[in-house]
Structure formats: structure tokens, C-alpha cells
């Protein structure tokens, strides 16, 4: 966690009128400018009566009203009331003094804020990088502010005590000046609803952003992991409905592909009877032929299921014939034609046995 911290903290540097004081800071590429004291000029603001979305602006306003120079800056210390104390210099005179520092982005605060702590009453004589400084408190806030390059004497501490409105105890004592470092936060927060957030206290909240950074994405990844293990057990469950569903579908797939191995197995199995024996066409042929006036010259089978018969029968009417042969269950498409020396010529097709053709036997 601190080598995070340190790693998106500004570099720090105290920015004073005879030279420029590294402090302690991270390793960012921002660099936070500490405008020391006797840089800033200082004032007091009551912005109560102006709503806190447009506060930060009516402080720009009333510090360029006030100010010496013509490009003010200023760092603020706001109440909750709206009330502000203000520290503001020239803009030119500082980027002139960091002009040789490192950074790519270069932002700047006040020393001030970052010098001593607050009080509830009282005042108070603080020992900085570069002279003194003297604030003077009532209610928790911040209402004077002055810089000397050395300790005041009497009579500067008088007129500045007088101007307070504080109590003159004893006009010779100066209080021993408060040794301060300069701490990495300042000793007060711009609150949002007084509209002049800083970025200058956003490095305190590096490490609470970092962690919440964390637990940002472990509940991402917690999230996603949780949708995609949902997302498998709505599939695993579809997945068993879906069969549930399929179920008899499935049998009835499987009867009817069994139906068609055995009929694939039945058929094949039947091409393995033989055509029509002869003997059973000559029967066939001895039953169709009428009366016994007629004689078989010549039988042929060009094919297992053509017969061509030359037969001898005077008197027989060959459309007689023909009707004959066709009623049978072995013979089709017969025709008949004259030979030679008086032959009939019966020509037809031999239908397959009952057993191929599906068909019942005669």
C-alpha cells in the first residue's frame, strides 16, 4: 500500500522566494507546488449569501478585485458556514520560480495549509521554511494572517493583535515561535457544498481510493465468475429438459430406424429367391392353352423374366390368348405374332413369386 501511495502521489516541492525545498512526496508525474507564505497575500471572505455551486467563482472575482497584480491565484481554507480564508499571489511570479522544476503537470496550494493545525480560539505564532507567520482564531476559523520575514517585535505583534480584536495581555511578549513541518495533507478540507474542492488534499485519499479501486474489481471479477456459473447451470439445466422432452421423440426414432434396418435386412434377404421355376411356367402355360390342339415348337427365356413360345394351335384366336395369358398371375404384357410355317409367337413378361413382389400366392 505505500508503494502505491507513493507511486500516484505528487512530487512535492516548497516553493520559496530564495530557492525551491524538495519535500517528501511519490513519483507521479504532477508535481505539487507549496507556494510558501511570504509568496501569498491574505484575506478573509464571507460568501454565505451565495450559493454553493458559485462560490469558487465569487472568490476568483474578489480576489482579482483586491489584488496587486493582474493574474492572481489563490488557495482557500472554506467553513461550512461559507465563510473562507484566502491566500492568493501572482500567477507569472510563481511559474517563474518552477519554471526549472520536473513535472509534466505542474499544480499549486498554499504553504499555509499545509503549516500547523487549526484552533478553536486563540492565536498563534508559527516558524516557517521562511519567516513567520501569525493567525488568529475564533469559532474553529481562521480570520488573520500575517507574515514576517523575521520574529515581530512588540509593537508588531501589538498592531497585529489589535487588529484581531484580541485581548493585549502584555504588549512586550512575543510568543516563542511554533516550529511546523509541512504535512503531506492540509489541516483543512474544502467541503464539495462550498463549491472550491481543491486537488490539492486529493492525495489522502490515494490509498481509501486504491482499496476501493480493489474491491471494485474483485466484485467485477466475483460478478462475472457468478454470471458465467449461472450461465453453465441454466445451460446444464436446459440441456435436461431438453432430453426429458426428447425422450419419447428419441424411442420413436430409434423403432423406426429399427423398423428400417429389419426391412432393409428382409428385403435383401428375399432377393435371394430364384425367378420362377420353368416347370411352373409350363403348368401355367398347359393351363391357359385351351383344348389340346396345340403343340410347343420352341421355348426361350432371353431373360430370368421374359418367355418368348412358338406354339402350333389352328383355330386358336390369338386376342383369346391374350386375354388368357394376361388374367394369369405369372404372365404380363403378353403379345402374340405370326411366325413362320403357320407358328403363333407368345412373347411376355414373367412376374416375380409372390414372395418378391408382395403380393398373395394364387
Known sequence: MARLKRRFSPNRIRLGSTNNLPLEGGTSETTLFLVGR??????TLDARQVPMKQRKAFAALAVRRIAPFPDPDFDAAWAVDGSAAIWYWSRARVNALAAEESGKRKRFVAE??????????GVELLS?????????????????????????????????LRGTG????????VPEPVATELAASPWTRQ?????????????????????????????????????????QIDIWRARSAA???????????????AADEASAEITSLLSLHGPRPTTSLMAELTRLMPGGNWQVKRWSQPTPDTLEVSLVAPGSDPEQLVSAWEASPMFKGVTTELGRDNELVVKATITPP????GEPAP
Open 38 to 43: 511570504e509568496l501569498c497575500l491574505f484575506t
Open 112 to 121: 499555509a495549509l499545509h503549516a500547523g493545525r487549526p484552533m478553536d480560539h
Open 128 to 160: 516557517l521554511a521562511e519567516g513567520m507567520e501569525a493567525r488568529a482564531w475564533k469559532a474553529g476559523k481562521l480570520h488573520a494572517s500575517r507574515w514576517w520575514a523575521h520574529p515581530p517585535t512588540p509593537a508588531q505583534w501589538r498592531d497585529f
Open 166 to 173: 484580541h485581548a493585549l495581555q502584555d504588549s512586550e511578549a
Open 191 to 231: 467541503p464539495s457544498n462550498a463549491g472550491a474542492l481543491q486537488l490539492s488534499g486529493l492525495d489522502q485519499y490515494l490509498p481509501k481510493a486504491a482499496l476501493a479501486a480493489a474491491a471494485l474489481l474483485l466484485l467485477t471479477a466475483g460478478a462475472e465468475l457468478g454470471s458465467g456459473v449461472r450461465a
Open 243 to 257: 432430453d426429458r422432452l426428447d425422450a419419447p421423440l428419441k424411442r420413436i426414432l430409434a423403432a423406426r430406424d
Open 354 to 357: 409372390p414372395a418378391l413382389s
